[in-house]
């Protein structure tokens, strides 16, 4: 079975300081991950995501994130934030390309940056 | 182009009150489509999820049923809502030729 752990729960940063959130996997076969944004009270966005070649996959509002499958962990970054990054980010799994396989989510990071 | 509707965006319901929440993705055929709860500090519960019309698959058991009676149509029901029912509920759907999931704006349920 597949599974996320994201390692911090809420991460508090000053604006245009580097952030790093914490993701680490385990699965058994070969998965897709990705990395989605939730602001209050609306659905999730999808900031960026892994299928397979490089390992640093560049996404959406500035954000990367490197796939490390020695130690499955797929760590979101950005050198950089501002304050309209505040919001709740989650990582999620899923298998390659088995029919009906949902994408299972870690808990959430919670992102506040303040000025 | 693709798109999830998901209504309504917010419901107050009573202890014991039946539960309709309906989802609807327009722009593609053949979807599989998901519903998420989520929780405060728990992140995102896969509740039900459909590869076709009337297959439904259950993750959790729960006071909560699915129902898919047309291709883009996903609807989330319950008999009788119970106080841990209230939480943020939210549709999905992937299709071929996506390896993501897609979300709808998702529907604040509070159970009074």
């Known amino acids: 079975a597949q599974s996320v752990t994201q390692l911090d729960s809420q991460v508090p940063v000053f604006e245009e300081a580097p952030v790093e959130l914490r993701c680490n996997y385990s699965?058994?076969?070969?998965?897709?991950l990705f990395w989605y944004v939730q602001y209050p009270n609306q659905g999730l966005q999808l900031l960026l995501k892994y299928l397979s070649g490089s390992t640093l996959v560049k996404g959406i509002n500035g954000f990367e994130a490197e796939f490390n499958k020695s130690q499955t962990s797929f760590h979101l970054r950005k050198p950089s934030v501002h304050i309209s990054d505040t919001a709740e980010y989650f990582c999620a799994v899923t298998h390659l390309n088995q029919a009906g396989t949902a994408l299972i989510f870690g808990k959430g990071t919670t992102l506040s940056v303040s000025s | 182009s693709q798109t999830i509707h998901q209504w309504p965006a917010t419901l107050v319901q009573p202890v014991g009150s039946p539960l309709s929440l309906e989802c609807t993705v327009e722009g593609t055929s053949n979807p599989n489509l998901y519903w998420y709860r989520q929780a405060a500090g728990r992140g995102l519960q896969l509740l039900f999820y459909s590869v076709g019309i009337g297959q439904i698959s259950s993750e959790v058991p729960q006071n909560l049923s699915a129902s898919r009676p047309q291709d883009r149509q996903f609807i989330l029901s319950s008999k009788k809502l119970l106080l841990s029912d209230s939480g943020f509920y939210l549709c999905?759907?992937?299709?071929?030729?996506?390896?993501?999931?897609?979300f709808g704006q998702g529907t604040r349920l509070t159970v009074v």
């Open positions: 699965s058994s076969v070969s998965v897709y």
């Open positions: 999905a759907w992937r299709g071929t030729g996506y390896t993501e999931a897609f």
